[in-house]
């Protein structure tokens, strides 16, 4: 039952940026695809972007141009780049493999003027 633990979250204002990070174990990171999810209040949790253990990325539409998501894999890491950041981006942000069962307690992200 090793939970991941996310980091970086705050509050920030339209246009801004924030970088999230992610510490899993290595036996939880190494040779996997990790992802951000995200929770905003009343809504169901949604994919935000995926990276495969050799670099493909893959993100959801709503995001894409904005947000840059990246591994270190020697420190087993994710990061979120999230970049030109809009209120609708306002939730709880998550890490997680694609087996979805084990899930940390997220960093808050609230974006407001």
């Known amino acids: 039952q090793v939970q991941p633990v996310e980091s970086g979250g705050g509050l920030v204002q339209p246009g801004g940026s924030l970088r999230l990070s992610c510490a899993a174990s290595?036996?939880?990171?190494?040779?996997?695809?990790m992802g951000w999810y995200r929770q905003a209040p009343g809504k169901q949790r949604e994919f935000v972007a995926l990276?495969?253990?050799?670099?493909?990325?893959r993100y959801a539409d709503s995001v894409k141009g904005r947000f840059t998501i990246s591994r270190d894999n020697a420190k087993n890491t994710l990061y979120l780049q999230m970049n030109s950041l809009k209120p609708e981006d306002t939730a709880v942000y998550y890490c997680?493999?694609?087996?979805?069962?084990?899930w940390g307690q997220g960093t808050q992200v609230t974006v407001s003027s």
């Open positions: 997680n493999d694609l087996a979805n069962i084990d």
């Open positions: 990276i495969t253990h050799d670099g493909t990325t």
């Open positions: 290595r036996s939880r990171f190494s040779m996997v695809t």
